[in-house]
C-alpha cells in the first residue's frame, strides 16, 4: 500500500510501478481493488452466489405477484377497455393505460421498499458493524431491476386487454 503525496498524478504513478515491478505483481488503484475484491465476493464466494440467486428468485417471484395483480385487475375491468375501444380509442392508447398502471404500481411500490431497505439494513449494520446502506447506486440498480419486472408482467397481462372487444359489454 502507498500512499500519494497530494498533486501526484495516480495514473502515471501505477504506470511507472507496473513497469518497474515484476509481472505477477499486480499495482491497482484503491478503487481498482475494492471493485476486484467486490467481483471475487459476488461471483466466487458462496455467500455472493447464494446472494445473486436470491436475487433472481426475487425478481421471479416479483414478476408472478405483479402479473396475477394486474392479470386480476385486467379481467375486472375488461368492460371498461372494450368501452374504450368501442369508442375508437386505438389500441396502443388502451395498452399505453394499462402499461401506465404497471408503472405506477412499480414506482409506488419503489419508495416504500426502498425506506424499509435502509431500515433493515441500517439494523444489519448496527449488529454486525458492517457497512451497508442504501446508495443512490443501490436504489438505481433496484429500480432498474424493478421496470422490467413490471413491463415483463404488464407485456403478459396486456394481452388479455388487446382481445377486449365491445361484445364483452354484453356477456
Known sequence: MLKLAPGTDRAATIDALTRVLPSDVLVLSRDALISQEQAFFISTKPIGIMLTISV???????????????SADVINRIKEF???????????????????????????????????????????????????????????????????????SVAVALRRIARAAPAELYR
Open 56 to 70: 433472481w428468485i426475487a425478481f421471479v417471484a416479483g414478476s408472478v405477484i405483479l402479473l396475477q395483480v394486474i
Open 82 to 152: 372494450a368501452i374504450l375501444k368501442a369508442m375508437g380509442f386505438s389500441p396502443a392508447y388502451v395498452l399505453g393505460i394499462g402499461a401506465s398502471e404497471a408503472a405506477m404500481l412499480a414506482f409506488g411500490a419503489f419508495v416504500p421498499a426502498i425506506v424499509l431497505s435502509a431500515a433493515i439494513l441500517l439494523v444489519i449494520e448496527r449488529a454486525t458493524h458492517l457497512p451497508t446502506a442504501v446508495t443512490p447506486g443501490l436504489a438505481i440498480t433496484v429500480l432498474a431491476i424493478a421496470l422490467p419486472m413490471c413491463l415483463l
